[in-house]
């Protein structure tokens, strides 16, 4: 497989990264992925090395992931390379962070367990700000920049007005706001429709999406007549069950048409699709090396004008 070299500057002036990140919920989580029932350390090692083989160098964690174990592994997997690595992980407003120097204090635990004196982006997980103000959040980071320990802000799951008003905070401070990591794939287009994609645009922040795959719906494994069914936290998405799949045969059915004419597989074509829409990063989950190349699959050629439109056109229901 040939190495991607192509690259996607985070926001207005942040890193250059590659146009696929590889997502580390499951890296450590027993809680929804039975992390260490049917896959361990060695695999994310695995998975690890095969992300840098095929020149994606990308990664996506966050401190509660695995409680704080994600961090850790990717820690553990860079001190045994040389290659240039960048590391998004994020921070979690719970209620009883209400001072500024809590946003310090949760950057350096993480840097602690990433083995790193910086990352390329620190990203708020979610908008709650309980006891915390936007503005105390939002002037934390903007102190984390100017200290050299973040390249990049970002935040998670915010609506254009959330994105808006942190933008707002940060300018004052001669910082830009990066990157919105929300949940987009053909099945989960809200995005387009709640002025996100439209915000972003003009703010010039860069979208990182997450579930871009929606956890797995798009890669064709699940359809109505298999008896494959996830044994983790995802049985009990509705989305899972019979009717649930049956529903969405033709956006599989295109996505393997279309997938067939690039020799390509249905999961490599949904995440390209996010790609071509430009501005946009998915966030590919992986926990073994073969996901890893799967996903990559996604880089290295585009979709035409007019699949893109039939795409468009199957998967409007999700909007």
Wanted: hydrophobic residues 40%; charged residues 20%; contains cysteine.
């Amino acid at each position: 497989m040939e190495t991607i070299t192509e690259t996607i500057t985070l926001g207005q002036n942040g890193p250059a990264v590659t146009p696929l990140c590889i997502g580390t919920w499951a890296w450590g989580d027993k809680l929804f992925w039975n992390y260490g029932n049917n896959y361990g350390a060695d695999q994310l090692q695995a998975a690890f090395t095969a992300a840098l083989e095929v020149g994606v160098t990308f990664f996506d964690t966050a401190e509660v992931y695995g409680f704080g174990l994600s961090e850790e592994f990717l820690g553990q997997f860079l001190q045994k390379t040389d290659k240039q690595v960048q590391i998004a992980t994020k921070y979690g407003p719970v209620p009883w962070r209400f001072l500024g120097q809590s946003v310090a204090d949760a950057l350096t635990d993480s840097l602690k367990r990433l083995q790193l004196e910086r990352v390329a982006l620190y990203q708020v997980h979610w908008p709650f700000t309980f006891f915390m103000s936007q503005e105390t959040l939002m002037n934390a980071l903007a102190d984390e920049v100017k200290r050299g320990r973040i390249e990049a802000v970002g935040v998670s799951n915010y609506s254009a007005q959330q994105m808006r008003e942190a933008h707002q905070i940060l300018a004052a401070r001669g910082v830009p706001l990066a990157v919105n990591q929300v949940r987009y794939s053909l099945l989960t287009r809200q995005v387009e429709t709640n002025g996100i994609i439209k915000t972003a645009r003009e703010l010039a922040v860069t979208i990182l999406a997450y579930s871009p795959l929606a956890q797995g719906l798009l890669t064709g494994k699940y359809t109505a007549d298999s008896a494959n069914t996830p044994k983790d936290g995802r049985r009990i998405d509705s989305r899972f069950s019979k009717e649930g799949l049956q529903k969405l045969e033709p956006v599989i059915s295109l996505l393997r048409q279309i997938g067939e004419k690039h020799d390509r597989t249905p999961a490599q074509v949904a995440l390209r699709w996010l790609i071509d829409q430009g501005n946009v990063i998915p966030i590919a989950g992986a926990k073994t090396a073969e996901q890893v190349q799967q996903n990559a699959g996604a880089l290295g050629w585009k979709l035409g004008d007019d699949e893109i439109k039939q795409l468009e056109e199957v998967s409007r229901p999700y909007k």
